[in-house]
């Protein structure tokens, strides 16, 4: 089993950056690919991106390419989430998520595949 707990949130203007960390508990961090999700006031928690167990094979969500970058660090068994030009529609609880047993390069991208959760990190885009 794994502990995961987000830190990085807080609040910051438009076309701003932020940069959301993971800390996993446990020795087997590399044996999990990991994802970043989100929710935002009154609607359903969605994908963000996600991160195969290797670091070399990422996706994101349409709505944050090429903004957002997903990153990994095995040794320090973080995960990591950089944010830049923040949009007000980017608000939102921010969650990490886990999923054991995957290939190497395979890359989760829906909730149900994911086995465990953080609790979030609220991020709030002022304009």
Do not use: H
């Not at 320090?76 to 980017?90: A, C």
């Amino acid at each position: 089993q794994v502990q995961l707990v987000e830190s990085g949130g807080g609040l910051v203007q438009t076309g701003g950056s932020l940069r959301l960390s993971c800390a996993a508990s446990g020795r087997t961090f590399s044996s999990y690919a990991m994802g970043w999700f989100r929710q935002a006031p009154g609607k359903e928690r969605v994908f963000v991106a996600t991160i195969s167990r290797s670091g070399g094979s990422t996706w994101y969500a349409d709505s944050v390419k090429g903004r957002f970058t997903i990153s990994r660090d095995n040794a320090k068994n973080t995960v990591y989430l950089q944010m830049n030009t923040l949009k007000s529609e980017d608000t939102a609880v921010y969650y990490c998520a886990a999923k054991q047993g995957l290939g190497l390069w395979l890359l989760p991208v829906r909730q149900d595949e994911y086995d465990y959760w953080g609790q979030g990190t609220q991020v709030t885009v002022s304009s």
